[in-house]
């Protein structure tokens, strides 16, 4: 992924960029399961999946010093309205009292999306 461009960030610069897979922020599977085939609601979701985040401490996990430089949190969603990489990102930015994170389409965290 050298030339790679995520969220209109260039990793073109990077001979190596830092990929890390970080499974405190993913959903469990009994989670995900449940809404992609709508037992649950993205709601329930959102409320199951922020009390995961609560329950494993993800602010005191996941190292603040990775978002020092551009860092970007992938999932399989197209948009950060059903995703669980802006519930992610909001949560942290909440925890860290942090204001410099965004989506993907520029859009302050946390955000009414």
Request: aromatic share 8%.
């Amino acid at each position: 992924m050298p030339n790679a461009t995520i969220c209109n960030t260039s990793f073109a610069n990077c001979a190596t960029p830092n990929i890390l897979h970080e499974p405190t922020l993913a959903p469990t599977k009994e989670i995900l399961d449940a809404y992609k085939s709508k037992h649950i609601a993205w709601e329930q979701y959102e409320t199951r999946y922020l009390d995961l985040l609560v329950a494993r401490a993800a602010e005191q996990i996941v190292d603040r010093k990775l978002f020092d430089v551009p860092t970007v949190l992938l999932c399989s969603e197209s948009s950060p309205q059903h995703c669980h990489r802006r519930l992610a990102a909001e949560y942290l930015a909440d925890q860290w009292a942090e204001e410099r994170l965004f989506t993907c389409e520029g859009i302050p965290l946390p955000c009414d999306c």
